[in-house]
Nanobody
Framework: QVQLVESGGGLVQAGGSLRLSCAAS????????MGWFRQAPGKEREFVAG????????AYADSVKGRFTISRDNAKNTVYLQMNSLKSEDMAVYYC???????????????????WGQGTQVTVSS
């Protein structure tokens, strides 16, 4: 059974940085697509960034391009989200997700990801 455990959330001032981690276990993830999503109060869950486990291809939401970087460490089965220049609008619960099926492009819809972590809160103070 796939388990995803996020960590690294917390309180940061606007302009600051945080690095989120997602430790994955339970399978061999070589063909998986990993994603980070976020959900702010009263808003729908939205795609933030994604990465293919094998090739390391990446995709980003326009709102985070140039500020966030997704990466993975195959040896540790861990996916990271480095978040720089944080803004108040980045404040949300961040979720790690995994998709087991191949896709020609990294999907941005949450409904096509099979597994989810419990989420980690990111709070940005102005």
């Amino acid at each position: 059974q796939v388990q995803l455990v996020e960590s690294g959330g917390g309180l940061v001032q606007a302009g600051g940085s945080l690095r989120l981690s997602c430790a994955a276990s339970g399978r061999t993830f070589s063909n998986y697509i990993m994603g980070w999503f976020r959900q702010a109060p009263g808003k729908e869950r939205e795609f933030v960034a994604g990465i293919t486990w094998t090739l390391g291809s990446t995709a980003y939401a326009d709102s985070v391009k140039g500020r966030f970087t997704i990466s993975r460490d195959n040896a540790k089965n861990t996916v990271y989200l480095q978040m720089n220049s944080l803004k108040s609008e980045d404040m949300a619960v961040y979720y790690c997700a995994a998709r087991s099926q191949w896709a020609a492009q990294i999907p941005v819809g949450s409904e096509v990801y099979n597994y989810w972590g419990q989420g980690t809160q990111v709070t940005v103070s102005s």
